[in-house]
């Protein structure tokens, strides 16, 4: 622990000098514009691994964009962590909210404040310099396999490909993966659950141009109100979501489950107070800790049509459009909720418009095991490191990889993420407090030394 | 009549030319970036009404855009008609959809396509085209006056202030104002009404930042779910608008009236097939015609907020908006309208969010006599240029101006317009047939002509 320590502090500038270069990058994977510099960022990441010690480093091209692999096997007897990690970024608009430009870090009271600084650079890097450190202090006591992927923000549909075609490659006793939160680093925690998640675009079409809304207003079905009203039926009063069958596979909780969950520390008051609202919303009859951890949801992630600019224009829109997305859990399937979706819209849909729905992309819902040698690895390193057991919370964001990893490689997962829900990700001034940074880099091979440990025995 | 025919085909061409002149300029009063444009505007129309022979040319300033006045007086015993158009246009928006540029006038089988070829320059310039005829041929048997404004598509806020302090310069004994349609070349019609117009933009603010839908999706208010919720509420099942007090004042046709009004050539396959729509959408128990033309509409012209760029984004957006506009009838008040609306969507919000409502700008319903002199002008000047009676029909837009005149100034107006419906007004791909334009150019001097003699006997 001292020796982690003083190689933390020895080389606490230099760290973040390196995230810094990493954040510079604007590796937007949703926005074609951005391509060339996605591909840098990988090239950056191949760099470091190789300048940690790692070896077989390759930039694994797909379909899409490049996944960074890296390997350092010390001893085929040992067991194998495969760390994964991603380093595309989320769009940063709206870019006028942003208090400081979303590609030049910068720091404010302690934190650093840069897309992806959280999500997820700033999370995988860790990973790449506690490597270094167990590199350098002859402290690294099992086999390492890194896969960093570019595609995590647009569904992975790649990295599933990969996967597939690289089962031998990828081999390793456990999944490790810094890309979820914590509760504060005064109440560690670690994720035992992540969402699934179905997204689509939908497309409602009225008459076939813009029409002067006083010409024709009052004869014709305005799309963009047709819109609001699918949109507006698709919760009901007690923000149950209406779509035939879309809880039919949800797993419910037992009543000694939902009071664990609800142990975790949550003050609504703090709550409502950071998001500046005077209610809270959701489905009727579960905790906020509950609707955002363990129960599916429909939020509209974008939505638009008609005249959107300066002062006013009397017309009466052709087309309206929105980006909707569902959060999953066990035991819904993406492609199924999809489904169901795109059929409930297509069927409610007046025969005034016409409506089209295109899927973006989804992924699995997952729970991760509690009693795994992997997870009191990952307790013993945060109780080593924080001084305190971490309490098991449910997140309520998606990695689709995760649950492809347990079907295509029969490898369970283990999220030690040290990022906070404050820290903006997906918002503008998305931030990452750098005493998590260090804090990760640190309870990390720690991590590695209990795994191996309780491997053993 | 013969005379007039001679004139108009000797300068057919160069009649177009100074139309496309016109029309070259990007006057959309809407967008502050085109503001010397609208000024140029204004200075054209200027010049064009000085070289046809009008005195007192002047283009008068106004805290917004300047008006254009400009008159010749004859003969003090004589009527005068008082010429209103307008020389600003819509926004050209969406602009990926024109299929030749909006500000570069081409043709295409006999029809001018640009913005503002019907609405309403091709329009106000048959006037000062007309004009220019009844001088060079000795024939202006009345006074005329122009009053051209730049401020129609914004509400006109200013053209208000001006007509009040110009009561004296502004006397006339009617308003003519080309600015609406006709039904075709082959049923020529006069519209005795205009809708009139409340206009306001709503703002749904929900958490104080855009969040990530997975981390907090499912437990705070989507401000677009609940901006979808509110439109939708707006009509019930019947179409009705279900804002408490909004029809109380309207005036309701009589069962002859509502006869008389659905005699007007209308072919409701025909109407679908225009607009590509299978089913049309409107108040129960009204026909289109009286949808659009006796019925006040709440209509959405603009809804944004959240991801609206590339790709997929997992975002809560932290606002919402709309730009709504509803059209009015007779006896209906536009502030008064605005406040019941504002109250209503205020009253209806949930807790979860804060809504704003802001007045963009409105207008009075207006319905003009069929009985006096200067619609009996009209009628014999149709009557003979296209060889038919016109058809009395209710205009489903708004020219704010035209109540105010009547307040303000005590003049009757006659709605002599000679667009089509299907000029695609606020529109990408707005035209004016050339046939429309030259007939107008041919019927305006008989109206003078007929209306000076009528108001003799």
Redesign the interface.
Known sequence: MQEIRKYVSDNKQRFLDELFELLRFPSV????KFKEDVIKTAEFVAEKLKAAGAEKVEICPTAGYPIVYAEKIIDKSLPTVLVYGHYDV??P??LD?WKTPPFEPTIRDEKIYARGSCDDKGQFYMHVKAFELMMETNTLPCNIKFMIEGEEE??SANLGIFVGENKERLKADVVLISDT?MISLEHPSLETGL?G?S?V?VEVT?????????????????P??I???L???M?DENNHITIPGFYKDVAELSAQEREDLNKAPYDEAEYKKD?????????KEYS?LE??GT???L???????????????????SK????I?M?LVPNQNSDEITKLFQDHFEKIA?????VKVSP??GGEPVVTPTDSVAYKAAQKAILQSFGKEPIPTR????IPIVALFEKELGIKTVLMGFGL?SD??????EKFDIANFYKGIETIPLFHKYFAELSKS
Do not use: C, F, M
């Not at 998001?275 to 489905?283: N, R, S």
């Not at 007046?350 to 016409?354: A, Q």
């Open positions: 994977s949703a926005d074609p989320q769009p608009d709206p909210l647009v569904g939160s969402r998640l997204y675009e009225g008459p076939n141009r813009d029409l002067h809304s006083g010409v024709y207003g009052g004869a014709v079905a305005n963009a109100t819109l609001a009203k949109i507006a039926s919760h998001l500046e609202v005077d209610e809270l919303w959701g489905e906020t609707r955002t129960r599916p949801t939020e509209v992630n974008g939505i638009w049509g008609g005249y959107i600019g300066e002062g006013a224009k009397t017309v009466l829109p309206a459009y929105a980006k997305s959060r007046p025969k005034s418009v016409k973006h992309h997140g309520g964001g998606s829900d903006n990700l997906h918002s503008p001034n």
